[in-house]
């Protein structure tokens, strides 16, 4: 059972900050909810306060973590150009879907949308991070804030929803592969 | 507490809020800019193996960091109407969408 490098990188920008961002907006919106909308508001301790604070800037950072990563380790590998002549296209993922009408979508939408979008949801999560640690417990009296507060998450959830929904499709179609093989387990074939 | 909690002015929440939305604005702008004209994405190819959205992207983020940065200071004691604020931001929002919306950035650019 063998993967390779690229392989590795894409599943650590997918799964390991993709999803897991994506999965951290349950606890995010539950947590600003409690906090500003509920008719009894959760008014946590200091400790619980900082907690809350560090979940939200471990957010942004994973968004961070996930644009950078998708920007500058993957995106290149995925533009490659093939050498002039070339046939198999499976290294230069860009090309093999460009090279065909039935995937060409893929590219044209999937990744052109991608690419940018996804930027949106380090620049909003930020932005929240930092306005339920300035505000805190206060944001539930401050109507407008909060509106924009949950704005700000709506918006990071959808941009990260996007870029999430067609980083999975574009690798279903074409695999950003290739480089050092690791192996993981060493199997024997069972009949 | 109670007069303390009343007198938190709302001006650096407001210009966090509006500093995002430049951000995200810009890059809409940026990123039809560089589909659209080609000495513009020339300019914007600041690290080659990204090509142009990597000056994109970094663009944006100056410019965020940097509004962002002048609002607050602008507003750090000011209260603002919300209302007009996320207004300003939902336009800014809904045209950065849009505009990084291959579809919608063809449709302008006529193709």
């Known amino acids: 059972m063998e993967i390779t490098i690229r392989d590795a990188v ?178 024997q074939s069972h009949d | 507490m109670t007069d303390k909690q009343q007198t938190i002015p709302n001006g650096p929440g407001a210009a966090t809020v509006l500093a995002a939305a430049i951000g995200c604005f810009v890059l809409g702008v940026l990123a039809l800019a560089g589909d659209a004209v080609p000495s513009i994405a020339r300019l914007l190819n600041i690290w080659n193996p990204t090509g142009p959205l990597s000056g994109v992207t970094a663009a944006a983020i100056v410019i965020w960091l940097g509004t962002w940065a002048i609002l607050s200071r602008l507003w750090a004691r000011r209260d603002l109407s919300m209302a007009a604020i996320n207004l300003s931001a939902l336009l800014l929002f809904v045209g950065g969408l849009l505009l990084t919306f291959p579809p919608f950035m063809d449709l302008l650019q006529g193709k």
């Open chain 1, 10 to 187: 894409t599943v650590v920008h997918g799964m390991g900050f993709g999803a897991l961002l994506l999965l951290g907006f349950s606890g995010a919106f539950i947590g600003l909810y409690a906090m500003s909308y509920s008719t009894n508001p959760w008014r946590p301790a200091a400790a619980e306060r900082r907690l809350f604070n560090l979940y939200l800037a471990g957010l942004a950072l994973l968004a961070w973590l996930a644009v950078f990563a998708g920007a500058y380790l993957i995106y290149p590998w995925y533009r490659a150009h093939p050498p002039a002549g070339a046939v198999d296209l499976t290294g230069f993922p860009q090309r093999l879907l460009m090279s065909s009408p039935t995937t060409i979508g893929w590219h044209d939408i999937g990744m052109e949308w991608k690419e940018h979008i996804a930027w949106f949801a380090p620049i909003c999560l930020t932005a929240l991070a930092y306005l339920v640690w300035r505000y805190g417990a206060d944001l539930g009296r401050i109507k407008g804030l909060r509106t924009a507060l949950f704005g700000l998450a709506l918006l990071a959830f959808a941009a990260t929803g996007v870029a999430g929904f067609f980083g999975a499709m574009l690798n279903k179609y074409a695999p950003v592969r290739g480089g050092h093989e690791i192996v993981l387990m060493k199997a």
